[in-house]
């Protein structure tokens, strides 16, 4: 029996060919196509057609389940209850193998390329996906597009390149080195392609970025081709696309993990993380010197990164988005909304994610310090007060007004203020309400609740995560550089800010104050803000798990625990009062999760019926 692993590398689905229309304007599909499968390739509007079908292989990582666990680092905890069959308890419990065929992870399950949201996966979608490529790459190069010109080959070969390397990038960032396949393989012969290094394959998956880089435009729509669909390009690959992945690769091959593997040390490739640097200089350049259509969006509208409302169902992310799957239905948006809320106001599963108290610790104050740095300010009697501006949009914290609108019954005012003190009603059962003392909205407005009921269909409320987004790539490029030049004022040689002052253009948008001169006098001391400024800025985005990982971290402490918050009022609360100024008293944190994890974890295990094909392609260490 063919394992599903085999199929993906050899089947070509019929529907490949068939209904393609549905995913796209595109394709204009000839009487006969379904008979002579090379009308997909014939011309322009067709191949597109059949190019179009692989960006919608890519999960849609915040709604790939009525509930949609993406946070595995120590930054979410959930429920007990109803939320234990999300992969973040698995990963808590160190059950990796709980991916395997579990249909609320979007790494693998029963999957098809026509599903829904449900039916898109990392392992299925991606090996398909890369199938599909080199399909294409082959009918370009046997002539088979017969009727186009050099630029529209151009594109077709571009996106073809970037497609190739994204689906193994999303496999190997989780699995490590796989067989890097750049041809269709002949369903007749045996599998015999080995495993390659992590370094092996990012060299190739450089390559085809650099060669996508080469072939896109930076926007469509200055194109004469991307003309023809003004105003609905975003979501299709160009040259900052294909630049920066290609600084990502060589990012994460520079990164410990990696560069040494999982008992290495936890040192960078230099040489590597200079290259990523140089091309996300290259990107970053051309962004401030007005040469894309990306910028950075103004803190006032940071919310539009993440969700939108009365936009007839605008996809969030404006300016400041790189790379977005499609959305595959907006039905799914409210009930991930009410999972960051307790369940008695929300209509949701009885499920809440709620930030790790140690997590929102990372969240430090206006001044720039963190929290505990004895020049910070912060006041444990006092613990909202001055804090960075990015805490009060993305955390609800003890005295916030929740619920602005009538209640009805008046059982249910309880739930009007976040009353996240200990033995509070938004924190005293831990199936229901928060278990840490804070809740998360970063994706959600304040009325997102059954009273103000500022959310659904009604608002045409629409939530959708970026895979990539500049703020990533500011981030990605300071540590690139002040690790591949061995100091905080790195810098690439094509770009005029160095390591310092990208990582202060994240902070400055937000209102923060720059690193002080204590974090830039060591490579040790910046890479400790690098690491907090990550966590921060890109907060709850599905981003930790895999950045602990590539940094050899996800083992140990304090990366390793997750705390709740406990504190009591120092007076009833005062309603008059701005919650940042209320005084707490016992300060104090308790460990409510510690994750036993070993060496094994920081690479997800094959199912076993994959790694019993043939020897070359084995299983990761401790698996």
């Known amino acids: ?23 796209t304007d595109y394709l204009d599909k000839a009487p006969d196509s379904v008979i ?28 790939h389940f009525w509930v949609s666990s993406f946070n595995w680092g120590e930054d979410e905890v959930v429920t007990i209850g109803n939320g234990e069959y999300l992969m973040g308890f698995s990963i808590d419990r160190g059950n990796y193998r709980d991916y395997i065929g579990n249909g609320a992870s979007f790494l693998d399950r029963n999957w098809s390329p026509e599903g829904d949201r449900f039916n898109k996966s990392v392992w299925g979608g991606s090996w398909y996906g890369i199938r599909v490529a080199n399909m294409g790459l082959k009918a370009l190069a046997e002539g088979k597009m017969t009727d186009a010109s050099q630029d529209e080959r151009d594109i077709i070969a571009g996106q073809l390149y970037f497609m190739r390397a994204w689906f193994y990038f999303q496999l190997t960032q989780y699995w490590g080195g796989l067989p890097y396949i750049e041809s269709v393989l002949p369903s007749d012969e045996p599998l015999t392609l080995p495993r390659e290094t992590y370094r092996e394959n990012a060299e190739k998956m450089a390559s085809d ?10 926007n469509w729509d200055d194109t004469e081709i991307g003309r023809r669909t003004a105003g609905n390009n975003a979501l299709r690959a160009n040259k900052i696309w294909a ?81 977005r799957s499609p959305t595959y239905g907006p039905d799914s948006y409210w009930r991930q909304m009410n999972s960051y809320q307790p369940s008695p106001i929300a209509q949701g599963d009885g499920i809440v994610l709620a930030p790790a108290a140690n997590y929102v610790n990372y969240y430090g104050m206006v001044n720039g310090m963190p929290l505990n740095d004895p020049e910070s300010g912060f006041d444990s009697t006092h613990p909202w007060k001055d804090r960075d501006p990015r805490f009060y949009h993305d955390i609800i914290y003890d005295g916030v007004k929740v619920v602005s609108g009538t209640i009805t019954n008046p059982n249910d005012e309880v739930w009007r203020y976040a009353n996240l003190h200990t033995g509070g009603n938004y924190t005293n ?30 608002y045409a409320a629409h ?74 800025e890109l907060a709850f985005e599905g981003h930790r798990f895999n950045d602990l990982r590539r940094w050899l971290l996800l083992t140990e402490y304090p990366f390793n625990i997750k705390t709740k918050q406990e504190f009591n009022r120092a007076t009833p609360l005062d309603t008059k009062i701005n919650p940042k100024e209320n005084t707490v008293l016992n300060w104090r944190e308790e460990v409510i999760t510690t994750r036993n994890l070993t060496s094994k974890h920081y690479w997800l295990p094959f199912n076993t019926d994959d790694v019993s094909i043939y020897p070359e392609f084995y299983q990761n260490p401790g698996w």
């Not at 029996?1 to 995913?23: D, G, N, P, R, W």
């Not at 993380?273 to 894309?292: P, Q, R």
């Not at 831990?430 to 009273?451: D, E, M, Q």
């Open 1 to 23: 029996m063919k394992t599903k692993f085999i199929y993906y590398l050899y089947a070509l689905a019929t529907s490949l060919f068939l209904s393609v229309v549905s995913c």
């Open 36 to 63: 002579s499968p090379d009308d997909a390739y014939k011309n322009f509007t067709n191949f597109q057609g059949f190019v179009e079908r692989m960006y919608h292989l890519t999960p849609d990582l915040a709604k």
């Open 209 to 218: 970025f650099q060669k996508a880089a080469d072939l896109l435009p930076v």
């Open 243 to 323: 630049l920066s992945m290609l600084g990502k690769t060589y990012l994460y091959a520079g990164s410990p993990l990696m560069a040494n593997g999982i008992n290495g040390p936890r040192t960078y490739d230099a040489e590597i993380c200079k290259k990523a640097a140089d091309v996300f200089g290259k990107v970053l350049s051309m962004v401030e010197n007005g040469e894309t259509q990306y910028a950075l969006v103004d803190f006032e509208n940071y919310s539009s990164l993440f969700y939108t409302m009365q936009q007839e169902w605008l996809m969030p992310g404006g300016s400041e988005a790189i790379i």
């Open 429 to 458: 059962d831990p199936r229901s309400v928060s278990r840490t003392g804070y809740l998360n909205y970063k994706f959600i407005p304040l009325g997102a609740n059954i009273w103000d009921n500022t959310y659904g269909y009604s």
């Open 463 to 536: 939530f959708h995560l970026t895979w990539l987004r500049l703020a990533d790539v500011y981030l990605m490029y300071a540590e690139a550089a002040a690790q591949g030049y061995g100091s905080p004022s790195g810098k690439a040689a094509n770009f005029s800010k160095n390591a310092t002052d990208a990582l202060n253009s994240i902070r400055e948008r937000a209102g923060v104050a720059s690193l002080a001169e204590k974090y830039t006098a060591t490579l040790e001391g910046f890479m400790s803000e690098l690491r907090r400024e990550r966590a921060v």
